[in-house]
Protein backbone atom coordinates (compact mmCIF):
# COMPACT_ATOMS: atom_id res chain seq x y z
CA UNK A 1 0.00 0.00 0.00
CA UNK A 2 2.36 2.17 1.00
CA UNK A 3 5.74 3.21 -0.92
CA UNK A 4 9.45 1.80 -0.06
CA UNK A 5 10.74 4.72 -2.59
CA UNK A 6 12.78 7.06 0.39
CA UNK A 7 12.76 9.84 -2.58
CA UNK A 8 9.10 10.04 -2.79
CA UNK A 9 7.53 13.12 -2.03
CA UNK A 10 5.98 13.85 1.41
CA UNK A 11 2.63 14.08 0.57
CA UNK A 12 2.53 10.31 -0.94
CA UNK A 13 2.59 8.53 2.49
CA UNK A 14 -0.36 10.64 4.31
CA UNK A 15 -2.34 10.30 1.16
CA UNK A 16 -2.25 6.78 0.80
CA UNK A 17 -2.63 6.33 4.80
CA UNK A 18 -6.15 8.43 4.19
CA UNK A 19 -6.72 6.11 1.28
CA UNK A 20 -6.30 2.88 3.20
CA UNK A 21 -8.56 5.01 5.65
CA UNK A 22 -11.45 5.47 3.45
CA UNK A 23 -11.48 2.36 1.77
CA UNK A 24 -11.81 0.02 5.05
CA UNK A 25 -8.56 -1.60 5.06
CA UNK A 26 -7.21 -3.86 8.18
CA UNK A 27 -3.77 -2.59 7.98
CA UNK A 28 -0.70 -0.61 6.22
CA UNK A 29 2.89 -2.09 5.24
CA UNK A 30 4.37 0.82 6.07
CA UNK A 31 8.37 1.76 6.89
CA UNK A 32 9.90 2.62 9.85
CA UNK A 33 10.35 6.02 9.42
CA UNK A 34 6.57 6.30 8.28
CA UNK A 35 5.13 4.99 11.81
CA UNK A 36 4.14 8.55 12.99
CA UNK A 37 2.37 9.46 10.38
CA UNK A 38 0.06 5.78 10.34
CA UNK A 39 -0.41 6.61 14.13
CA UNK A 40 -1.64 9.99 13.62
CA UNK A 41 -3.58 9.42 9.99
CA UNK A 42 -4.59 6.39 10.52
CA UNK A 43 -4.52 5.19 14.42
CA UNK A 44 -7.16 1.95 14.09
CA UNK A 45 -4.77 -0.04 11.44
CA UNK A 46 -2.82 -2.71 11.82
CA UNK A 47 0.96 -1.66 10.94
CA UNK A 48 3.19 -3.96 9.70
CA UNK A 49 6.87 -3.06 9.13
CA UNK A 50 9.15 -4.81 6.45
CA UNK A 51 12.95 -4.04 6.12
CA UNK A 52 13.99 -5.02 9.88
CA UNK A 53 17.34 -5.45 10.20
CA UNK A 54 19.22 -6.33 14.04
CA UNK A 55 21.65 -3.80 14.65
CA UNK A 56 24.87 -4.64 12.44
CA UNK A 57 22.88 -6.18 9.40
CA UNK A 58 23.41 -4.90 5.87
CA UNK A 59 20.30 -3.30 4.72
CA UNK A 60 20.69 -5.06 1.44
CA UNK A 61 18.11 -3.69 -0.79
CA UNK A 62 16.09 -1.92 1.54
CA UNK A 63 16.24 1.66 1.32
CA UNK A 64 14.53 2.24 4.28
CA UNK A 65 15.37 -0.62 6.79
CA UNK A 66 15.04 -0.20 10.76
CA UNK A 67 16.10 -2.01 13.62
CA UNK A 68 13.32 -3.92 15.55
CA UNK A 69 13.84 -2.25 18.15
CA UNK A 70 13.22 1.30 16.31
CA UNK A 71 10.19 0.18 15.06
CA UNK A 72 8.27 -1.36 17.99
CA UNK A 73 9.41 1.98 19.56
CA UNK A 74 7.37 3.79 16.72
CA UNK A 75 4.33 1.70 17.00
CA UNK A 76 4.38 -0.88 14.54
CA UNK A 77 2.35 -3.84 15.55
CA UNK A 78 3.54 -6.55 12.95
CA UNK A 79 7.38 -7.17 11.96
CA UNK A 80 8.80 -8.49 8.74
CA UNK A 81 12.02 -10.36 9.52
CA UNK A 82 13.50 -12.17 6.91
CA UNK A 83 16.74 -12.75 5.24
CA UNK A 84 18.53 -11.22 8.34
CA UNK A 85 17.27 -14.44 9.78
CA UNK A 86 17.32 -16.67 6.42
CA UNK A 87 20.83 -15.53 5.03
CA UNK A 88 22.35 -15.91 8.76
CA UNK A 89 24.95 -18.68 8.97
CA UNK A 90 23.11 -20.29 11.24
CA UNK A 91 19.12 -18.92 11.16
CA UNK A 92 17.62 -20.63 14.38
CA UNK A 93 20.51 -19.12 16.36
CA UNK A 94 19.57 -15.23 14.66
CA UNK A 95 16.35 -15.96 15.05
CA UNK A 96 17.37 -17.02 19.16
CA UNK A 97 19.42 -13.51 19.27
CA UNK A 98 16.67 -11.78 17.82
CA UNK A 99 13.99 -12.73 19.63
CA UNK A 100 16.27 -12.13 23.22
CA UNK A 101 16.92 -8.40 21.74
CA UNK A 102 13.52 -7.62 22.30
CA UNK A 103 12.58 -9.18 25.87
Same mark, same amino acid.
Given at each position: ??????????????????????? @??????? /? #?? *???? %?? $????? !?????? @??????? /? #?? *???? %?? $????? !????????????????????????????????
Amino acid at each position: MLTSDAGAPSHIVPRRLRMAMES @GCGGIVC /A #AE *DLSD %AR $TIAPR !LVRVVP @GIRPEGV /A #AD *DQAR %AA $TPQQA !LDGGADLLVIGRAVTNADDPEEAAAKLALSLL
